[in-house]
T-cell receptor, first 114, second 113 residues
């Protein structure tokens, strides 16, 4: 019940296109859903996060869409750029549960071709 | 401000040895968590410390241990190293416990030969 399923495993898009990465969770206690971006040789960096009381959050070219009833959330990268090429991880956590931690998805390797 | 600092960046150890990894969190952050990252298993939670207390522990054998000091710096130790312990070990700090607002360090790449 702690799993977070992420798809696709890899994604290739053209410059200027839209990149879409999807995640699904099972634990209804999760109430914090961040996305992380990781470049080779670096640790993951927090990109954007959402709480379940909103259905969408946008920061620049990055948008999280959240569907509480379906227990799914997705990351949309608009106007994708070669510099966006990285591995993206979704995660889920619970602020209220004692001893909680972030559970990460398996990651998506995004390649944006020039 | 300075980010999360992990030392050393790279480490090569022999099976059976032990290793200690260090993490200095962002100033003011009292929560430090450790994750193991491998190509096969992804990011796996090891443990979390908050104000010198282990708040949470992942599903790893007892060979993996950690601690946090009064200045919030943290160390993790792996004893009797196995080949499967080869991984990138990531430390993350945050103001509050539970994973909200993690800032990760660049990690320590451990290779066990």
């Amino acid at each position: 019940q702690q799993q977070v399923k992420q798809s696709p495993q890899s994604l290739i898009v053209q410059k200027g296109g839209i990149s879409i990465i999807n995640c699904a969770y099972e634990n209804t206690a999760f109430d914090y859903f961040p996305w992380y971006q990781q470049f080779p040789g670096k640790g993951p960096a927090l990109l954007i996060a959402i709480r379940p009381d909103v259905s969408e959050k946008k920061e620049g070219r990055f948008t999280i869409s959240f569907n509480k009833s379906a227990k799914q959330f997705s990351l949309h990268i608009m106007d994708s750029q070669p510099g966006d090429s990285a591995t993206y991880f979704c995660a889920a956590g619970s602020r209220e549960t004692s001893g909680s931690r972030l559970t990460f998805g398996e990651g998506t390797q995004l390649t944006v071709n020039p | 401000k300075a980010g999360v600092t992990q030392t050393p960046r790279y480490l090569i150890k022999t099976r059976g040895q032990q290793v200690t990894l260090s993490c200095s969190p962002i100033s003011g952050h009292r929560s430090v968590s450790w994750y193991q990252q491998t190509p096969g298993q992804g990011l796996q939670f090891l443990f979390e410390y908050f104000s010198e207390t282990q708040r949470n522990k992942g599903n790893f054998p007892g060979r993996f241990s950690g601690r946090q000091f009064s200045n919030s710096r943290s160390e993790m130790n792996v004893s009797t190293l196995e080949l499967g312990d080869s991984a990138l070990y990531l430390c993350a700090s945050s103001l509050v416990a539970g994973g909200v607002g993690y800032t990760f360090g660049s990690g320590t790449r451990l290779t066990v030969v």
